[in-house]
């Protein structure tokens, strides 16, 4: 009958379009404004790559150069091209992992877009996987024959060797070169892991490593880290401290996230600048009740925006939605306060020491907010 035809058409279609059709090897290259590298980085993987069946997907967030405009162009006369805008989204590590996602291909690498990794490495690396020598192949900066010296100023040369050192050591990963952003590897092991990733950083191939549960067969081979061509380099002092955050939240096995870890350093100094203002306040003959209810309003306000600046920075909101994303984040702490408050009451009636209860209710109180302001405030 009709059913049974159409089932058999598909079951022996598939597989052959399965090993006929889609590229072996999709890079993906993650982009905020590059616009000026775009051309000649393709051009340079089509003369690398020669017989290989590779496609190229850029995944740009929204660059204000019109990065996407360049990729699209090339895209429409080359089907290898691809391109994936991304709309009111940051971070390197999610870029990354969209795009590594959109691909089909068994073998996927990931490569800058500012012509700092070199290219012709990419089929000796593609050999070592599809040889099975390996499942991560990583192009490395710090064997005896690499170099970063090219492209690296002094201190990030040492910050970077320093970030290095960390990670060998917490994470008891062998990788000489774990902030690495050009590897190559099994696009299986980043499905298996990829809801346990975080999204924003530099640190994509770290947080691989340290999220798979399977030991991976790792190896590294090495490279010259050039210098960049056009653009300028987007790592800040805030990339350090998310790779810093992600140490800790690795080490503590995901149970202290990076961003729990950010939402309660900065909650911590709202707490000094709620003191600061009842201290510089009360002086001034208002009651306390009063000078107290502008405290708490100050440090809602300061706490907002700097969680809204870096805690949530993939998901800032910006013009209109600032307003009002602070008027959702002070009726939350509100809400949290009569949690805390409600908690640390009942406990102490209940014959607690006066600062269990107080702590206890501090820690339901911060537990509320972050909770509901991930869900609510800054919801993905
Ligand atoms: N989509 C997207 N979103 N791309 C981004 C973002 C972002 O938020 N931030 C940076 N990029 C892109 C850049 O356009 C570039 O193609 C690539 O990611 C690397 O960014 P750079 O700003 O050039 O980084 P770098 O050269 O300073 O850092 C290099 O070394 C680090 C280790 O020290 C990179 O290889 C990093 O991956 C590596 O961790
Ligand atoms: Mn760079």
Redesign the pocket.
């Known amino acids: 009958p009709r059913h049974g035809a159409v089932a058999l058409a598909t079951d022996s279609a598939f597989p052959v379009a399965a090993r006929h059709g889609g590229p072996e090897l999709t890079i993906v ?6 616009r000026a ?1 775009i051309g000649l980085l393709v051009a340079r993987l089509r003369q690398s790559l020669g017989p290989i069946d590779w496609e190229v997907v850029f ?3 929204d ?1 204000k150069d019109g990065t996407i405009l360049a990729v699209r162009d090339i895209a429409a006369g080359d089907h290898r091209v691809r391109g994936i805008r ?1 709309i009111a989204r ?3 590590a ?2 990354c992992l969209e795009g590594i996602l959109s691909s089909s291909a068994p073998i996927v690498a990931v490569m ?3 012509l ?2 070199d290219e012709k490495c990419l089929p000796a690396m593609l050999a070592i996987l599809q040889g099975g020598e390996a499942e991560l192949v990583i192009a490395s900066r710090y064997q005896s024959d690499g170099s970063a010296s090219g ?2 100023t002094r201190l ?1 040369s040492g910050a ?1 060797r320093l ?1 290095t050192r960390l990670a060998r050591q917490l994470l008891k990963t062998p990788i000489n070169d774990p ?4 590897f190559m590897l099994r696009r299986e092991i980043v499905d298996a892991v990829a809801p346990r990733l975080s999204r924003q950083g ?4 770290l947080d691989i490593v340290a999220s798979s549960t399977n030991a991976i067969r790792i190896k590294e081979i090495p490279y010259v ?1 050039g210098p ?1 061509l056009h ?5 800040d002092s805030l990339v350090a401290l998310e790779y810093a955050g992600l140490l800790v939240a690795k080490m503590s096995g995901d149970l202290i996230s990076t961003r729990f870890l950010a939402f309660g350093l900065v909650g911590s100094a709202g707490v000094v600048v709620h003191l600061a203002v009842l201290h510089a306040l009360l002086p001034h003959g208002l009651s306390f009740a009063v000078a107290q209810t502008a405290a708490m309003f100050t440090a809602m306000a300061f706490n907002y925006t700097l969680n809204n600046a870096f805690t949530y920075r993939d998901q800032r909101r910006r013009g209109w939605r600032f307003l009002t994303g602070l008027v959702m984040f002070a009726g939350l702490c509100s809400f949290g306060v009569v949690a805390g408050v409600g908690v640390s009451t009942l406990l102490y009636s209940g014959h607690s020491r006066w600062w269990v209860a107080g702590l206890a209710g501090a820690v339901v109180g911060a537990a509320w907010n972050y909770i509901t302001n991930s869900a609510i405030t800054w919801r993905r």
């Open positions: 290259v993650p982009t905020l404004n590059e590298n995944v740009d967030d660059s991304r940051r971070g390197l999610g870029a800058d877009g500012d700092q990794h492209g690296f990030r970077s970030a902030m690495s952003g050009f530099f640190k994509i191939l880290f960049r653009g300028e380099s987007k790592l």
